[in-house]
C-alpha cells in the first residue's frame, strides 16, 4: 500500500498509520464499553490491531469521543450508514431500486411523513427489518404519498437522522431543529470549532440540510479535516471535507451543538439478521412490533404457510380468535380495540413463532383561538402522549411541539407559532438561521387558512399518530 492510501494518527505520543479503508473507525460499534474511558481504550486498541503500530513522521491527530454521550452519537450514525437488511421485492429507494434478493445496505431515504415511519426514530430498526422481509408488506405495497423524496414507507430523512445521533427529541424538518431546548449556535463558525457531536444545519433555504460530525482530523492542533455523517438519497452516508471546503459550506450552514447531548439514550446495537426479527411464516403488513390505530384494518401476510392449517390471534395474552388460513396470503382482521396482540399459524401438533402488534387508543381534539394558538386536548388508555403537531394538508410542514410533565398530566397543551427571531445565543450574523416563523407563518396555511392536528404517541414498539385529519381547523392568526 503506498504512503498517500494511508491516513496517520497519534495516540499517546505515538505516531501510526491507518488503512483509509479503515477510516471509519470513529464510528466503530464496542459493544461492552460501559464509560467514555474505556471507549477510548477500546480505539486506541483498534487502531494499533488495524496497522501494527507503524510510526510515521507526522503530528496528525484524530479526536476520540470524550464523553459517553459523544460515543453514543458515533455508535448511531454508524449503525444508520452500516445497517443492512435482506429486500423481499424490489424496493422503491430515492434516486435508486433495490432489486429483490438483495442486501440493502444503510437505513434508505424516504421522508415519510405523512405516515410518520421514520426509522428508527419512531419505527424501530425490527420492525422495518421483518417487513422488507414481507413482499407484500407495506414497505413495498403503500405509497407515502410525498414524491420523488418520500417513496419508501419506512426511512429516514437528515433531521430524523441528526436527531437520532445526537438524542434530541425528534424533528422531521430542519427548520424545527432550531426549536429544540439546547440546540445552540456555536460562537466561532469555521471548521476549527468542530468537534464530535456537532451539528451544522441550513434551515433557512428551500433545500434545508442537515449533517452531524463523526470525526475531526488535526495536524498540530489545527483541523484540517471534518468527517460529517448525513443522511441524503438513498441511503445514509459520511463525507470527509478538508477545512477549506467545510468552511465553504458556512454562511449557509451555521454550525450548532446539543448542549443535552449528554442525555443521548444509551445505544443497544442491533443484529440485523437475528433470526428472532424475522418470521419467515406470517407478518403484519407493517412488520413486527408495529402500532396500529383503532380506525385501521389489521392485515397480516401469510409468507409461507407450510403444513399449518389455522391461525390464532391473542389479545392481552388471552385467545381472541382464530380460523382456518385455508388459501389465503393475507388476514383481514378488520379494526380491533385497543391492547396487544399476537398471531401464531397452527395444526394440530405445532405452531409458528408469533408476531406482535399493539393497536392503540388515541383521543384528540383540537381547537384555534385568536392570536395564533392552538388548544390540544388528548388522552390514551394505552399509549403515553409525546406531541403534538400541525401543518399544511400536504404534509409538508408539520411541526412538532414536544409535551412536559404537566401536559401529560393535564391531557392539554397550548401551541403557538412565535412571531420573533428564535434564539441565536447572540452570535452575529446568524438570526435568521433558524425558523423565522413570522416569515414561515403563512407558508403553513393552504388557501383556506386551515391547518390540519395530529398528536404523536408512544407504545413500547415505537411512535404512532392520529389519523391525518380529512378537514382543517381555521386558523386564527
Not at 431543529?177 to 449556535?185: A, K, L, N, Q, S
Not at 390471534?313 to 399476537?342: E, F
Not at 393552504?446 to 385529519?469: A, C, H, Q
Amino acid at each position: 500500500m503506498k504512503n498517500e492510501d494511508r491516513r496517520p494518527y497519534r495516540i499517546n505520543g505515538k505516531e501510526i498509520v491507518v488503512n483509509a479503508d479503515n477510516a471509519n473507525y470513529t464510528n466503530a460499534s464496542m459493544e461492552g464499553v460501559d464509560n467514555a474511558k474505556d471507549a477510548l481504550d477500546s480505539h486506541e486498541q483498534r487502531l494499533i490491531a488495524l496497522e501494527g503500530g507503524e510510526v510515521v513522521p507526522s503530528g496528525v491527530t484524530q479526536d476520540f469521543p470524550q464523553t459517553l454521550g459523544e460515543l453514543y452519537c458515533l455508535r448511531k450514525a454508524k449503525e444508520a450508514i452500516e445497517m443492512s437488511a435482506y429486500v423481499a421485492a424490489s424496493l422503491r429507494v430515492p434516486s435508486a431500486t433495490q432489486s429483490a434478493g438483495t442486501i440493502l445496505v444503510g437505513t434508505p431515504y424516504s421522508s415519510t411523513r405523512k405516515d410518520n415511519g421514520f426509522v428508527p426514530n419512531w419505527v424501530t430498526y425490527e420492525t422495518m427489518f421483518s417487513a422488507l422481509n414481507d413482499p407484500n408488506s407495506y414497505a413495498y405495497t403503500k405509497d407515502p404519498g410525498f414524491g420523488v423524496m418520500g417513496q419508501l414507507y419506512y426511512g429516514i430523512v437528515c433531521a430524523t437522522f441528526a436527531c437520532f445521533c445526537l438524542g434530541m427529541p425528534m424533528r422531521h424538518r430542519n427548520y424545527d431543529m432550531f426549536t429544540i431546548d439546547g440546540v445552540e449556535v456555536v460562537e466561532t463558525q469555521n471548521a476549527q470549532a468542530m468537534r464530535i457531536g456537532y451539528f451544522i444545519n441550513d434551515g433557512h433555504t428551500n433545500t434545508p440540510h442537515a449533517m452531524v460530525c463523526v470525526g475531526v482530523t488535526r495536524d498540530n492542533g489545527v483541523v484540517t479535516h471534518v468527517t460529517m455523517a448525513e443522511s441524503v438519497p438513498p441511503v445514509c452516508r459520511q463525507v470527509t471535507y478538508t477545512a477549506a471546503d467545510f468552511n465553504a459550506l458556512l454562511p449557509q450552514y451555521c454550525i450548532c451543538k446539543y448542549n443535552n447531548l449528554e442525555k443521548n439514550p444509551h445505544y443497544q446495537p442491533l443484529s440485523p439478521f437475528d433470526k428472532k426479527f424475522i418470521n419467515g411464516n406470517l407478518m403484519p403488513a407493517k412488520g413486527n412490533k408495529s402500532n396500529w390505530s383503532t380506525t385501521e384494518n389489521i392485515v397480516v401476510d401469510i409468507i409461507d404457510k407450510g403444513s399449518y392449517t389455522d391461525y390464532v390471534v391473542y389479545k392481552d395474552g388471552a385467545q381472541h380468535s382464530t380460523a382456518s388460513i385455508g388459501s389465503a396470503t393475507s388476514i383481514n382482521l378488520g379494526t380491533l380495540p385497543y391492547g396487544k396482540y399476537s398471531m401464531v399459524l397452527k395444526n394440530s401438533s405445532n405452531q409458528s413463532a408469533p408476531v406482535e402488534w399493539i393497536v392503540v387508543d388515541m383521543q384528540m381534539s383540537a381547537v384555534a383561538r385568536s392570536g395564533g394558538h392552538v388548544d390540544f386536548t388528548f388522552s390514551s388508555a394505552n399509549a403515553t402522549p409525546i406531541g403534538c403537531a400541525w401543518g399544511r394538508n400536504d404534509y409538508m410542514l408539520n411541526i412538532i411541539f414536544d409535551l412536559d410533565e404537566k401536559d401529560i398530566a393535564t391531557g392539554t397543551k397550548d401551541t403557538y407559532l412565535s412571531t420573533t427571531l428564535l434564539p441565536c445565543n447572540g452570535v452575529s450574523g446568524y438570526e435568521g438561521k433558524g425558523s423565522l416563523y413570522d416569515a414561515y407563518r403563512s407558508y403553513y396555511m393552504n388557501s383556506s387558512n386551515k391547518i390540519y392536528p395530529r398528536m404523536l404517541f408512544e407504545t413500547e414498539f415505537g411512535v404512532i399518530s392520529t389519523d391525518w385529519p380529512s378537514s382543517g381547523i381555521t386558523y386564527i392568526g
